[in-house]
């Protein structure tokens, strides 16, 4: 995988070969290439390597300020082959299965009932979601943290919170299905998935190539409205749940 950032400070040769010596020495980066008229250095690295950890090998040289700009999803498969590009459905597949399958069960609860509710579909579609995707991040915890610090706005400044923000849909995943106070399992959700769509928005207008951690580090999905759609949904549920109990 590949990621390209900003670097300021650079104005000669001599500190173009020191910021390469210093980002080669951080564990797991495989490559540092650096563009010094454009101020920019394209890092290929084992796995998802956390800004603050490459701005942490420059801290001696405060001179030297990296930031980030974008990351390029890998083209190339564990066999050495060169991977083709993928149609918006293949490449989609996984949250479009996981989704139909969340939907498809949460229905048929309905069906097997007799009768329609919307309100009590909603609350088994929300504790569906927030289960099957707290899973899919807690297969990987580390391999998620560093996907989500990559551009959730809480995630960049404090360390730590990917770790926090899965056993939080988690939690909210056990309260949806148990039906725990619903006014406050409601509240929470619009309030954690608000700060999270933000993040989410500025990624994808400002149009930078970065993986998805919906589905934790499991599948290489990219940053895109679909991630947007997704959030906005369960922000858009739980008002409607809150508003009903009002």
């Not at 010596?21 to 290439?33: A, C, M, R, T, Y």
């Not at 890998?74 to 399958?101: A, D």
Request: with cysteine; aromatic share 12%.
């Amino acid at each position: 995988m590949k990621h390209t950032y900003k670097v300021s400070g650079m104005t000669c040769s001599s500190c173009l070969s020191k910021v390469q010596h210093l980002l080669s020495q951080v564990k797991g980066v495989n490559n540092v290439s650096i563009d010094l008229e454009k101020g920019e250095a394209e890092i290929t690295m084992e796995h998802h390597i956390a800004t603050s950890e490459l701005k942490n090998a420059l801290k001696e040289n405060p001179r030297y300020q990296l930031t980030e700009k974008s990351v390029e999803m890998p083209k190339v498969t564990p066999t050495g082959f060169i991977e083709e590009e993928k149609s918006w459905l293949e490449t989609y597949r996984p949250i479009l299965l996981v989704f139909g399958y969340i939907t498809g069960i949460t229905l048929l609860v309905q069906f097997v009932n007799g009768s329609f509710n919307w309100m009590q579909w909603m609350n088994h579609f929300m504790a569906g979601f927030f289960l099957v995707f707290s899973f899919f991040k807690l297969l990987n915890l580390k391999g998620f943290a560093e996907s989500y610090a990559m551009y959730d706005i809480v995630a960049k400044k404090m360390k730590g919170y990917g770790y926090i923000y899965a056993f939080i849909e988690l939690g909210l995943g056990v309260a949806y299905l148990v039906g725990f106070n619903p006014f406050v399992t409601n509240l929470v959700t619009v309030i954690v998935m608000s700060i999270s769509i933000i993040g989410v928005l500025q990624s994808v207008l400002n149009k930078q190539k970065i993986k998805c951690a919906c589905l934790g580090d499991v599948f290489n999905l990219p940053m895109s409205t679909i991630t947007i759609i997704e959030d906005a949904l369960m922000i858009g549920m739980s008002l409607i749940m809150l508003i009903k109990m009002i």
